[in-house]
């Protein structure tokens, strides 16, 4: 049994039938015994409905390799979809995580300055400092004290008067 195989090649068995498809539509069909090969026989209405089976089996071929080009394409596009998707969640993500990291500065400097402020509120007098301060300006009360510019004049004024009594 010799194998040239043409560009198109499609064998079929079946119990003892080898057929053959060529590549130019023609069918070959050989016969297995058990004595040996016999010669290629070729009838007629056998050879129609290989022909038609032939054929039917290579459209079939063609649409499955359609479906398999179409699923291709599909499974394509869906890995670019991803790819894309997966891009546009990264620089989301990065914008995320700048404005996470400006949040934490601007908490930061607001937790400085509340210390600054409970610091300075921690200096500052308190109420019944200011009242006990209130207490001791009404006891010795400042108004009736003399100003330096003023007793310097009482002075001058009580000299001036010593004098002209001598």
């Not at 057929?19 to 070729?42: A, K």
């Not at 394509?76 to 400006?102: F, G, H, I, R, W």
């Not at 921690?122 to 009242?131: D, G, I, S």
Request: aromatic share 6%.
């Amino acid at each position: 049994m010799r194998c040239e195989l043409p560009f198109y090649y499609c064998c079929i068995l079946t119990q003892s039938l080898i057929i053959r498809y060529l590549y130019d539509n023609t069918v070959l069909i050989e016969v297995n015994t058990i004595f040996g090969n016999e010669q290629p026989q070729q009838d007629p209405t056998q050879v129609e409905d290989v022909s038609l089976l032939v054929k039917d089996l290579m459209r079939r071929v063609r649409v499955l390799e359609e479906r398999y080009s179409s699923i291709r394409k599909n499974i394509q596009v869906n890995e670019q979809n991803v790819l894309a998707t997966n891009k546009k969640m990264k620089t989301e993500v990065e914008t995320v995580n700048l404005d996470l990291s400006d949040l934490k500065q601007s908490i930061r400097e607001m937790n400085e300055n509340i210390v600054l402020i409970v610091k300075e509120l921690r200096e500052t007098v308190k109420k019944e400092e200011v009242k006990v301060l209130e207490k001791y300006i009404e006891l010795w009360e400042p108004l009736n004290f003399v100003s330096h510019d003023e007793m310097e004049r009482y002075v001058d004024a009580a000299v001036g008067s010593r004098k002209s009594k001598k």
